[in-house]
């Protein structure tokens, strides 16, 4: 069952790249458009960052799940802190930079941003403190929202292909759901596996 969650996430960090992300890669008007280019300069490390953070993440998640929390396992938790940090200051500058009719989208992605920072930052504290349950559960919610840029293009298209409502307002819905309905989904989840795990250790003991 776990391989078969990393592969579909491996999927989707796979289909994200090749058609929202690597044509980033030119540097020029055209691929950036005219509502971008003027804010490149936080976009593009946003995306670099951003790219590093959900690849090392994926990569994270398979270690940590299946308990290979060596020297690798440790050495890309910082690559991927790093990656968080810098995509989140990206991201701040792109919401404050926003045209204010976006405002609701705006929003959004402020709270994108921040519950990134929040989730990651307590998946560090965790650590840092040999709580290995703890950071194992703000791990999984941290690249939960890693995974909303995924989820974003994803539904985002889907919805826009369907015309169910109008771009904007569907870009604005987005912002929102993209990040806050996978993390309402995955605590039910969170919270039955400590359960279960509080139940096997009642029954070794």
């Given at each position: 069952m776990l391989a078969v969650i990393l592969?579909?996430?491996?999927?989707?960090?796979?289909?994200?790249?090749?058609?929202?992300a690597w044509h980033?890669?030119?540097?020029?008007?055209?691929?950036?458009?005219?509502?971008?280019?003027?804010?490149?300069?936080?976009?593009?490390?946003?995306?670099?960052?951003?790219?590093?953070?959900?690849?090392?993440?994926?990569?994270?998640?398979?270690?940590?799940?299946?308990?290979?929390t060596g020297t690798l396992h440790r050495t890309l938790g910082k690559v991927y802190g790093a990656g968080v940090l810098l995509a989140a200051a990206g991201a701040y500058y792109m919401v404050f930079t926003i045209p204010a009719k976006y405002l609701v989208y705006g929003v959004g992605l402020f709270g994108l941003a921040t519950a990134w920072l929040l989730t990651t930052s307590m998946a560090l504290v965790s650590i840092y403190r040999r709580n290995i349950e703890q950071h194992?559960?703000?791990m999984l919610r941290s690249y939960t929202v890693t995974f909303a840029f995924v989820?974003?293009?994803?539904?985002d298209n889907w919805l826009t292909g369907r015309q169910i409502a109008p771009g904007d307002s569907i870009d604005a819905i987005m912002?929102?759901?993209?990040?806050?309905?996978?993390?309402?989904?995955?605590?039910?989840?969170?919270?039955?596996?400590?359960?279960?795990?509080?139940?096997?250790?009642?029954?070794?003991?």
């Amino acid at each position: 069952m776990l391989a078969v969650i990393l592969l579909a996430l491996a999927a989707g960090v796979l289909w994200f790249l090749a058609s929202n992300a690597w044509h980033y890669t030119n540097y020029s008007l055209t691929a950036y458009t005219p509502y971008y280019w003027g804010r490149r300069g936080g976009l593009s490390p946003h995306i670099a960052r951003g790219v590093l953070a959900i690849t090392a993440g994926l990569i994270q998640l398979w270690l940590g799940l299946t308990h290979r929390t060596g020297t690798l396992h440790r050495t890309l938790g910082k690559v991927y802190g790093a990656g968080v940090l810098l995509a989140a200051a990206g991201a701040y500058y792109m919401v404050f930079t926003i045209p204010a009719k976006y405002l609701v989208y705006g929003v959004g992605l402020f709270g994108l941003a921040t519950a990134w920072l929040l989730t990651t930052s307590m998946a560090l504290v965790s650590i840092y403190r040999r709580n290995i349950e703890q950071h194992r559960d703000w791990m999984l919610r941290s690249y939960t929202v890693t995974f909303a840029f995924v989820t974003f293009r994803l539904i985002d298209n889907w919805l826009t292909g369907r015309q169910i409502a109008p771009g904007d307002s569907i870009d604005a819905i987005m912002a929102w759901a993209c990040w806050s309905v996978p993390l309402l989904l995955l605590e039910p989840l969170i919270q039955l596996r400590r359960i279960r795990g509080a139940r096997r250790a009642a029954v070794l003991h």
